[in-house]
T-cell receptor, first 114, second 111 residues
């Protein structure tokens, strides 16, 4: 099992450019999440999904979009990159809710917007 | 407030037990308490979770107060590899299944 795979690992964007951060999991988890982590801070939830075709906003959704067309994939889209979006982005997945929410995280994508 | 309260940092010596406290005074009766840790330059990893009673696994123990307003993560013998940021997290029902992270406790381990 690869677990949760994020690509790319590093990326530099210019202001106003767009990109998609890819996330794939091979554990057949229904629940997937996107977080961002600014230097010295904890993780902030951007978007989450409870299954294919269903997504919802988290704590900091502005400037981002997501889609969930399959169980395996949960891409995060940045439409107009801004310096405030410089951060490390983590994707995670979990099997269920309540006591079953052990989440598995990817290794992160380090994004710099200049 | 849906957040938890943890000390910013703690220090330990190798081979000694470590007790990491967490306050969650507004927790409801059905919210699980989760602990994750984040090693440098890595994504968070699951440590342990519980609801009411104390829990043990190969990594750690979780002691939950009888009133559930606080909990303590116990590392029985700290190693250098345990140096990380430890997050105490409540499930937040209004955010679906997602875990909401605070700033966590930075644990330093000295040899």
């Amino acid at each position: 099992n690869a677990g949760v795979t994020q690509t790319p690992k590093f990326r530099i964007l210019k202001i106003g450019q767009s990109m998609t951060l890819q996330c794939a999991q091979d554990m057949n988890h229904n629940y997937m999440y996107w977080y961002r982590q600014d230097p010295g801070m904890g993780l902030k939830l951007i978007y989450y999904s409870v299954g294919a075709g269903i997504t919802d906003k988290g704590e900091v959704p502005n400037g981002y979009n997501v889609s969930r067309s399959t169980t395996e994939d949960f891409p995060l889209r940045l439409e107009l990159a801004a310096p405030s979006q410089t951060s490390v982005y983590f994707c995670a997945s979990s099997y269920g809710t309540g006591g079953y929410t052990e989440a598995f995280f990817g290794q992160g994508t380090r994004l710099t917007v200049v | 407030d849906a957040k938890t309260t943890q000390p910013n940092s703690m220090e330990s010596n190798e081979e000694e037990p470590v007790h990491l406290p967490c306050n969650h005074s507004t927790i409801s009766g059905t919210d699980y308490i989760h602990w994750y840790r984040q090693l440098p330059s890595q994504g968070p990893e699951y440590v342990i979770h519980g609801l009411t009673s104390n829990v043990n696994n190969r990594m750690a123990s979780l002691a939950i107060a009888e009133d559930r307003k606080s909990s303590t993560l116990i590392l029985h013998r700290a190693t250098l590899r345990d140096a990380a940021v430890y997050y105490c997290i409540r499930e937040i029902p209004e955010a679906g299944t997602a875990l909401i992270f605070g700033k966590g406790t930075t644990l330093s381990v000295s040899s």
